[in-house]
Each structure stands twice: as C-alpha cells, then as structure tokens.
C-alpha cells in the first residue's frame, strides 16, 4: 500500500513549526511533500505561520498582520529559527509544496508569486476557506487544488468537486468510511492530518485513504515498511 507522505508544517514534532530547520528535516526524512502555512506581514510579505498571532510559536507578541516583514524576522521562531517568508521556503527546498491559505487575503499574493517563481508544477495550493481556492482557481485555472476540512468534512468532497479540487485533506478524528468513499466515487483522493501514531496509521489503512499528514518521521518510516509488504 503506497501512501502519500506529508510533513507538516516541515516536521513539527521534532522541529520548531514552519521554519527552514523543519522544512530541511521533512525532506532530510524523504517524505513526499512538505506542508506550510501562510499569513501576510503588515507589508504585504506572503511569511510562514499557522497561527493569525506570533505569540505561541515565536518570543513576540500579537497578530502577524500587526508587523512588519522586518519586525518578524526579529522574532525568534525555535531554536533560533526565523519566521521565513514563501520564498525563502521555495529556495531552500526543493520537494513538492502544499501551500495553506490561512489568511484569505494571501490567495492574490500566493498566486502572483506562483506566476512569478514558475511554481506550477511544485506547488498545490490548500486551503480550509473555500474562497481562498476559488479565488486561487480564477487566477491560476490549472493549479491543483487541495480543500482542508475538519469537523465540515462530511461535506468535504462535495464542495471539493465544486471548487475544482482533486484532493481533500480530512482530520481524521471526523472521518468515516461514507466520506472517503463519497470522495472516491467522485475520483477525489483523501489525505488526512494529523497522523502521528501507529494507531492513527491503522486508522489510515483501515479507510483506505491516500496519503497521511503526519509530524512525525516515524510515520513516514512506517509508510515505507507497509509499501513494502
Ligand atoms: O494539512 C492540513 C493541516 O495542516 C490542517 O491543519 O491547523 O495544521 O493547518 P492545520
Ligand atoms: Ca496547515
């Protein structure tokens, strides 16, 4: 059974969350896309963040769109870790991304750079605001496109049809064989996040899904050793 390997957010059991250290640790532990997320500095830069707020994951204080890209880069985001921006991201890195619109206004940002950088093929965009990826969709109409549900995900394949996207990634506390096979009858794969322990990987398999969003480099290990049974 062969399963696709996302690292999320890089590796954020073993690495500080968004930052080049667990995006270099996720492809150093091979896994087949690395995951990031991302807001708008006060100045426009498109940075890596999950949270609309510096304040748990780096040593500042307040919303992300309150700072500069210069005063965010003063943040200490783990271990010494800066906040990166997208680019820094596409730079240091060389795996297939899965880029999340958190802040919505970030889609028009994402897709200029995606035109700019030649992306198309490297990036999906994924986002859990189905706005974010029709406006993606409008501007970029051949990008893949991954919609992120968690509690909603009965819906998720559904609304994933009608945005044009041929992937959803599900939490998997929500998830039941109705919705993975109401997705692949519309030929739509299912990830889902976050896959963290021998049991979550059960889970996975007993479902029959398609790939795992895990933090852990144990997980992907244990999706080479069932590939290879
Ligand atoms: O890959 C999807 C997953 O990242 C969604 O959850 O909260 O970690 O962005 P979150
Ligand atoms: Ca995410």
Do not use: C, Y
Request: charged share 30%; aromatic share 2%.
């Amino acid at each position: 059974m062969s399963l696709l390997t996302v690292g999320h957010r890089g590796l954020m059991g073993v690495e500080p969350e968004n930052t080049l250290r667990s995006f270099r640790r996720a492809e150093r532990e091979a896994v087949d896309v690395i995951e990031l997320d991302l807001h708008l500095s006060k100045d426009g830069a498109l940075v890596v963040m999950h949270d609309a707020d510096v304040t748990r994951t780096t040593d500042g204080g307040g919303p992300v769109s309150d700072f500069t890209l210069d005063q965010l880069r003063a943040l200490d985001a783990g271990q010494g870790e800066r906040v990166p921006t997208f680019d820094e991201v596409v730079e240091a890195t060389s795996l297939p991304l899965q880029a999340e619109i958190k802040d919505r206004d970030a889609a028009q940002v994402l897709a200029r750079r995606i035109q700019e950088l030649d992306l198309h093929q490297r990036v999906t965009v994924i986002s859990f605001h189905d706005e974010a990826l029709r406006e993606t969709r409008r501007l970029l109409p051949q990008m893949p496109l991954v919609l992120v549900a968690g509690k909603s995900s009965p819906t998720a394949p559904d609304r994933a049809r009608e945005l044009g996207a041929d992937m959803v990634s599900l939490e998997l506390r929500w998830l039941t064989p109705e919705i993975v096979e109401r997705a692949h009858s519309l030929g739509i794969r299912v990830i889902s996040w976050t896959v963290n322990t021998p049991e979550d990987l059960q889970r996975v398999t007993e479902l029959g899904l398609d790939g795992v969003v895990t933090d852990m480099p144990a997980i992907r290990r244990a999706t080479e050793k069932l590939a290879a049974s």
